[in-house]
């Protein structure tokens, strides 16, 4: 049984290395394994890309979710805005009737010194009454 080595295509400057020749065998395995070699190489590039890949990705999906993240704190920080602005018209509305009890409290007082003006004035006029009728009699 023979074996078949690689035809070599190697050319020197004026004779062509023997196609079946163990040395033409040995530079057809080198460039074999050269090629062999280059494709590891590619192969493992080609993993550090998609691995670039992956790492790129993921920092895209980490400024998404802080993107997401900001605009959650906004969405809180309005509302707390609107909850201040609700609790201000409340303390307005709080004032608005601790004025209106205060204008009605001072209401209250009027018509009590009135009441009390004119029980004092019906008391002058008894007692003008009573006055009149001791000396009338």
Known sequence: MSINFLPLTFATKSTLLAESS???FLVDFYNCLVDFYNCLVGFYKGLVDFHNGLVDFYNGLV?????VADFYNC???FYNCLVGFYNC???FYNCLVGFYNCVADFYNCVADFYN????????LVGFYNCVADFFCV
């Open 89 to 91: 018209l409340v303390d």
């Open 75 to 77: 969405l809180v920080d």
């Open 116 to 123: 009390c003006l004119a029980g004092f004035y019906s008391c």
């Open 22 to 24: 163990p040395l033409g």
């Open 63 to 67: 400024d998404f979710y802080n993107c």
